[in-house]
């Protein structure tokens, strides 16, 4: 029968960052199916739930291993990177990241949504006040879209995946 598209996103951001707690939000526990894969000593989760599959697992201090996650790059259809808004002391790390993910090839011209997750928490950065520490206003050549969020109550993330569902029609 015809079958839809299934839409690719990465799930990436530092350790921390809440991407497992987005990852249940996103996915509705009924129809999601979630595996975790332990690979060369990082954990790429990964689900599948209505068109969608992701894939997440946590990035930095795992330069050596770049060359094999990277193969999880084929195919994405958007990258969504989390941030802790309240860990404003690897702001400049989750920068460095992001921007080493942006110059890949493999993501080029991929459209971005960064997630300001932990909007909840009341000493939280503002939305835009991450996207100015992350420097979004100097992407280029993409979609980008910045959008407060708490993993944990729900606020924001459908806001976001909307967005997301946008960029792939
Ligand atoms: P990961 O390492 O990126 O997968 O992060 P996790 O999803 O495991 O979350 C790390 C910690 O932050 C856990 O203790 C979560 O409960 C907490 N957390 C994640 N998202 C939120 C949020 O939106 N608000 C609050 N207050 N805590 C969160």
Known sequence: GIK???IRLLLLGLDNAGKTTLMKDIASEKDAST???PTLGFNVKSVKTQG???NLWDIG???KIRTYWRNYFDNTDVLIFVVDSTDKRRFEEAKLVLTELL???KLSGVPVLVYANKQDLVHAAT???VANSLDLVSIENRSWRIQGCSALTGKGVED???WVCREVK
Do not use: I, Y
């Open 4 to 6: 839809s598209r299934e």
């Open 127 to 129: 939305a835009s006040d």
């Open 160 to 162: 976001g995946m909307s």
């Open 103 to 105: 110059d890949d090839d």
């Open 35 to 37: 595996e975790t894969t």
């Open 52 to 54: 969608f599959k992701l």
């Open 61 to 63: 201090g795992q330069r």
